[in-house]
């Protein structure tokens, strides 16, 4: 199942600098995309969304951009923080009949920010 | 903050052994939903739960997986009997009808070793 993809297992950046997370998805009915954090021995933490109807979502230093015609989104973090270092999750959705949203989950990134 | 909790936060338990995973979902949140992760895989969808019943399921969860949702409170999850490929952290998350979108949370998981 390859319908969320992110295709990089890691990714390093310096404190105070831009670190962009990469997702790619197949099914062209997923119209809600979610972005979670998780760091060792927790459960994922809600980070940011976006609908499908907008291609910016922004919460203070965490944007969210969604190209629905290359079925691309991507987290960008500014600037990167060392205890933003933990593994990042994208995961899409589309309403089914009984109203409840299964998220489909991509593989993850993880992320060293390093001081 | 409300959050979803879980219990045990570790199972170990012998193949063919019936295990309740026990979930505190958020007390004023509709959904309720279970997904594992199986080492080294992605986060995969197992059930959704609204209303007092089954909303959607995946064919992971097939005649000896069944959730409950005994008293108001609680969500569980039950394996009747259990095989080593059930080994997995498994997550419980909810999430409040907000119109057609709404994010879900996550407990800190169970992690489930089938020996």
């Known amino acids: 199942d390859q319908q969320v993809k992110q295709n990089s297992p890691s990714l390093s950046v310096q404190e105070g600098r831009i670190s962009i997370l990469n997702c790619d998805y197949t099914n062209s009915m997923f119209d809600y995309f979610l972005w979670y954090k998780k760091y060792p021995a927790e459960g994922p933490t809600f980070l940011i969304s976006?609908?499908?109807i907008k291609d910016k979502n922004e919460d203070g230093r965490f944007t969210v951009f969604l190209n629905k015609s290359a079925k691309h989104l991507s987290l960008h973090i500014v600037p990167s923080q060392p205890g933003d270092s933990a593994v990042y999750f994208c995961?899409?959705?589309?309403?089914?009949?009984?109203?409840?949203?299964?998220?489909?989950w991509g593989l993850g990134t993880s992320l060293a920010v390093n001081p | 903050e409300p959050e979803v909790t879980q219990t045990p936060s570790h199972q170990v338990t012998q193949m063919g052994q019936e295990v309740i995973l026990r979930c505190v979902p958020i007390?004023?949140?509709?959904?309720f939903y279970w997904y594992r992760q199986i080492l080294g895989q992605k986060v995969e969808f197992l059930v959704s739960f609204y209303n007092n019943e089954i909303s959607e399921k995946s064919e992971i969860f097939d005649d000896q997986f069944s959730v409950e949702r005994p008293d108001g409170s609680n969500f569980t999850l039950k394996i009747r009997s259990t095989k080593l490929e059930d080994s997995a952290m498994y997550f419980c998350?909810?999430?409040?009808?907000?119109?057609?979108?709404?994010?879900?949370?996550f407990g800190p998981g169970t992690r489930l070793t089938v020996l």
């Open positions: 976006i609908s499908s």
């Open positions: 995961a899409a959705s589309r309403q089914n009949a009984g109203n409840n949203r299964k998220l489909i």
């Open positions: 007390s004023n949140h509709l959904y």
């Open positions: 998350a909810s999430s409040e009808w907000t119109g057609d979108y709404n994010e879900q949370f």
